[in-house]
T-cell receptor, first 112, second 115 residues
Framework: DAKTTQPPSMDCAEGRAANLPCNHS???????VYWYRQIHSQGPQYIIH???NNETNEMASLIITEDRKSSTLILPHATLRDTAVYYC?????????????FGQGTELSVKP | DTAVSQTPKYLVTQMGNDKSIKCEQN?????MYWYKQDSKKFLKIMFS???????INETVPNRFSPKSPDKAHLNLHINSLELGDSAVYFC??????????????FGNGTRLTVT
């Protein structure tokens, strides 16, 4: 079973920041938070991951609360091409064969 | 160049048939995976291979048999296809199976429809 909880859907206006929340209240000290997204009819795409500190890359920023029980993925300037299902996943540091456990994700709709 | 490529993209077949889906990655990764996405859009791991060796088999029926001729290829053969096998099958790869710093790279899926 997935160890994360996400809202099923969200809307965002084009050009605005999209803030996608994720709860992972049972996360352990040796688990990372990963974010993937799946654009319609494509395979999941890696976005970003983090352990304790906030992270930023060319796609997004990841904000992890101090107690690590929740996180927020931020797309700073959402475009129509960011419309997708976003998955928040917790993953062991030393992983059992690379397994990712996907939940239902958040369906983000970016509107003009 | 496509990093993880699957063929075919669409596969329509009748119950009872045997079919194969091919996957190739040109990323030089050691680990490859098969995931299944059902009609409710849940993505679930089926198998993972590291350097041609089976690492994970997630209680998949014996009718599903992965084969890895080399570390760049992981094919999925399905015997005696059933209606419930209809789904989208995704192949993925990563540099290593045990390092969490290794994100998975997914192919674009094979949509299997069993009639």
């Amino acid at each position: 079973d997935a160890k994360t909880t996400q809202p099923p859907s969200m809307d965002c206006a084009e050009g605005r920041a999209a803030n996608l929340p994720c709860n992972h209240s049972t996360i352990s000290g040796n688990e990372y938070v990963y974010w993937y997204r799946q654009i319609h009819s494509q395979g999941p795409q890696y976005i970003i991951h983090g352990l304790k500190n906030n992270e930023t890359n060319e796609m997004a920023s990841l904000i992890i609360t101090e107690d690590r029980k929740s996180s927020t993925l931020i797309l700073p300037h959402a475009t129509l091409r960011d419309t997708a299902v976003y998955y928040c996943i917790v993953r062991l540091i030393y992983n059992q064969g690379g397994k990712l456990i996907f939940g239902q994700g958040t369906e983000l709709s970016v509107k003009p | 160049d496509t990093a993880v490529s699957q063929t075919p993209k669409y596969l329509v077949t009748q119950m009872g048939n045997d079919k194969s889906i091919k996957c190739e990655q040109n990323l030089g990764h050691d680990t490859m995976y098969w995931y299944k996405q059902d009609s409710k859009k849940f993505l679930k791991i089926m198998f993972s291979y590291n350097n041609k060796e089976l690492i994970i088999n997630e209680t998949v029926p014996n009718r599903f048999s992965p084969k890895s001729p080399d570390k760049a290829h992981l094919n999925l053969h399905i015997n005696s296809l059933e209606l419930g096998d209809s789904a989208v099958y995704f192949c993925a790869s990563s540099p290593s199976e045990d390092r969490v710093e290794s994100p998975l790279h997914f192919g674009n899926g094979t949509r299997l429809t069993v009639t």
